[in-house]
């Protein structure tokens, strides 16, 4: 949109230290996209030296690293919902906020996630996009004055356009720019109920003209965003995520029998469903007799639940037994079972902004089999290193895996050019050097900018 992900950026200000905020969302008690991204991020510019600062909202952060931060959880889940239920709630003493912020509490409640509706959910993100004029505005001057009584940074970085509600009072209050990352917010704004979801949808079109700059993880991504929002285009930055690449090692030979490997949230809206359909149609339709399945990732207490209704169907096609499940997986133990898979399918029902697993696969040298939609297109043809189905299209995605799995020279093939194009442009190295250079950018071009030289 601006500038492709693969050509070199701007070279970065000689600065010996960026001072960096990063706000993200915690989840409180599993892996997600984002969490694991910013971590890497995070991680990389403090090992060259910046001052990067994490601040988590909502809940605890979980990340593959451990533990980020020591600065307290900002809007803390339990306060934010109180404060839009209930309005004398929006001036409770400090000692019940202090109390209602506990990690261990909060931990609790993510863990019973599914108890809040989708409704819900809308009048939450209404108000939080709002900003100073709803009903936590309280929580943002918390943390305007948590980060005032501390040093003052070059940067602010919001982890994805449903925080852009936090832009206009962190930029006009303590003169800084503040960067927005776009993360694939969409398919939650587009689950809304159609009244909030308009009026959401307006607020993100509005308060992103409160940011100085976006950065998406795709051109797909950032096109989709500029025509969703209205925003300049030369206001988006495709950079591609990245991921710390210790520990993605390439497999010393093809598994035997083959797995097909499933690694992502374990959801409908990740295809888990379809990705169950496909294996049963590969092995009672299309003759394979040997194939396994290997289902990992973030689990909730609402997916443990539906794998159980998945159970009983594989059971029933006396398939159960040919079928692994990982929950809530590390990361060394997520790089092992990559290892052993012969190609990873993530078959999503939504037009995904990224998909970090594709990266992850790749890395590995394992070859992908996604759907034709979303940013899955420009990946594959970028890296060579997989294949795409019809969406929601069942045989033909038993077929692809099929096609994958018998060709041991196109499994070879696929797995050289995507392991070589992810060691390049999905390495942490290349997506800090890159997103340095935008902060440094956007800095330079701001007047008063507080960044020092070297």
């Given at each position: 949109v601006s500038r492709p992900a693969t050509t070199t950026p701007p070279k970065p200000l000689d600065c010996q230290n960026v001072r960096i905020i990063q706000i993200t969302p915690g989840t409180g008690d599993y892996?997600?996209?984002?969490?694991?991204?910013?971590?890497?991020?995070?991680l990389e510019l403090r090992r060259q030296g910046h001052d990067v600062t994490c601040l988590p909202l909502y809940l605890p952060l979980v990340t593959e690293e451990g533990s980020l931060t020591d600065a307290p959880i900002f809007y803390s889940g339990i306060s934010v919902?109180?404060?839009?239920?209930?309005?004398?709630?929006?001036?409770m003493p400090a000692w019940l906020d202090r109390c209602l912020s506990h990690p261990r509490l909060l931990k609790h409640i993510a863990s019973r996630a599914d108890m809040t509706s989708a409704a819900e959910h809308g009048d939450m993100t209404l108000s939080m996009l709002r900003g100073e004029s709803g009903h936590q505005a309280r929580e943002l001057e918390k943390l305007i004055a948590?980060?005032?009584?501390?040093e003052k940074p070059d940067i602010i970085v919001l982890s994805m356009s449903l925080l852009v509600g936090l832009a206009r009072q962190l930029r006009d209050t303590l003169n800084v720019p503040v960067v927005c990352s776009l993360q694939g917010e969409d398919a939650f704004l587009d689950s809304l109920p159609e009244d909030i979801r308009r009026e959401a949808w307006a607020l993100v079109s509005e308060r992103l003209a409160d940011v100085d700059a976006m950065i998406a993880p795709t051109h797909y991504y950032a096109q989709h965003m500029q025509q969703r929002t209205g925003v300049p285009a030369d206001r988006i930055?495709?950079?591609?995520?990245?991921?710390?690449?210790?520990?993605?090692?390439?497999r010393d030979q093809l598994p035997s029998p083959h797995r097909v490997g499933f690694l992502a949230h374990v959801?409908?809206?990740?295809?888990?469903?379809?990705?169950i359909d496909a294996f049963i149609h590969l092995r009672t339709v299309l003759g394979d007799t040997s194939t396994r399945l290997m289902i990992a990732g973030a689990m909730t207490r609402v997916d443990h639940?539906?794998?159980?209704?998945?159970r009983a169907r594989l059971e029933k096609a006396g398939l159960w037994q040919d079928v692994e499940c990982h929950p809530n997986v590390s990361k060394t133990e997520k790089q092992a079972l990559l290892r052993s898979c012969s190609l990873l399918s993530v078959?999503?029902?939504?037009?995904?902004?990224?998909?970090l697993y594709m990266a992850e696969a790749l890395l590995s040298g394992v070859p992908v089999v996604q759907p034709d939609r979303g940013a899955?297109?420009?990946?594959?043809?970028?890296?060579?290193?997989?294949?795409?189905?019809?969406?929601?299209?069942?045989?033909h995605l038993a077929q692809q895996w099929q096609a994958v799995l018998q060709d041991t020279e196109l499994n070879k093939r696929l797995s050289h050019a995507g392991r070589t194009f992810a060691q390049r442009e999905f390495a942490v190295t290349t997506m800090a050097e890159r997103i340095l250079a935008t902060y440094t950018e956007i800095c330079r071009r701001r007047p008063g900018s507080a960044m020092r030289e070297g």
């Amino acid at each position: 949109v601006s500038r492709p992900a693969t050509t070199t950026p701007p070279k970065p200000l000689d600065c010996q230290n960026v001072r960096i905020i990063q706000i993200t969302p915690g989840t409180g008690d599993y892996h997600c996209g984002c969490s694991i991204r910013d971590g890497a991020l995070l991680l990389e510019l403090r090992r060259q030296g910046h001052d990067v600062t994490c601040l988590p909202l909502y809940l605890p952060l979980v990340t593959e690293e451990g533990s980020l931060t020591d600065a307290p959880i900002f809007y803390s889940g339990i306060s934010v919902y109180l404060e839009q239920k209930i309005p004398f709630m929006r001036r409770m003493p400090a000692w019940l906020d202090r109390c209602l912020s506990h990690p261990r509490l909060l931990k609790h409640i993510a863990s019973r996630a599914d108890m809040t509706s989708a409704a819900e959910h809308g009048d939450m993100t209404l108000s939080m996009l709002r900003g100073e004029s709803g009903h936590q505005a309280r929580e943002l001057e918390k943390l305007i004055a948590w980060i005032r009584s501390n040093e003052k940074p070059d940067i602010i970085v919001l982890s994805m356009s449903l925080l852009v509600g936090l832009a206009r009072q962190l930029r006009d209050t303590l003169n800084v720019p503040v960067v927005c990352s776009l993360q694939g917010e969409d398919a939650f704004l587009d689950s809304l109920p159609e009244d909030i979801r308009r009026e959401a949808w307006a607020l993100v079109s509005e308060r992103l003209a409160d940011v100085d700059a976006m950065i998406a993880p795709t051109h797909y991504y950032a096109q989709h965003m500029q025509q969703r929002t209205g925003v300049p285009a030369d206001r988006i930055h495709t950079i591609y995520n990245g991921l710390d690449t210790t520990g993605y090692e390439e497999r010393d030979q093809l598994p035997s029998p083959h797995r097909v490997g499933f690694l992502a949230h374990v959801c409908p809206a990740k295809g888990i469903d379809t990705f169950i359909d496909a294996f049963i149609h590969l092995r009672t339709v299309l003759g394979d007799t040997s194939t396994r399945l290997m289902i990992a990732g973030a689990m909730t207490r609402v997916d443990h639940k539906q794998m159980d209704v998945h159970r009983a169907r594989l059971e029933k096609a006396g398939l159960w037994q040919d079928v692994e499940c990982h929950p809530n997986v590390s990361k060394t133990e997520k790089q092992a079972l990559l290892r052993s898979c012969s190609l990873l399918s993530v078959p999503a029902d939504y037009d995904e902004a990224f998909g970090l697993y594709m990266a992850e696969a790749l890395l590995s040298g394992v070859p992908v089999v996604q759907p034709d939609r979303g940013a899955f297109p420009e990946i594959v043809a970028a890296s060579g290193g997989g294949l795409l189905h019809r969406p929601g299209d069942v045989e033909h995605l038993a077929q692809q895996w099929q096609a994958v799995l018998q060709d041991t020279e196109l499994n070879k093939r696929l797995s050289h050019a995507g392991r070589t194009f992810a060691q390049r442009e999905f390495a942490v190295t290349t997506m800090a050097e890159r997103i340095l250079a935008t902060y440094t950018e956007i800095c330079r071009r701001r007047p008063g900018s507080a960044m020092r030289e070297g």
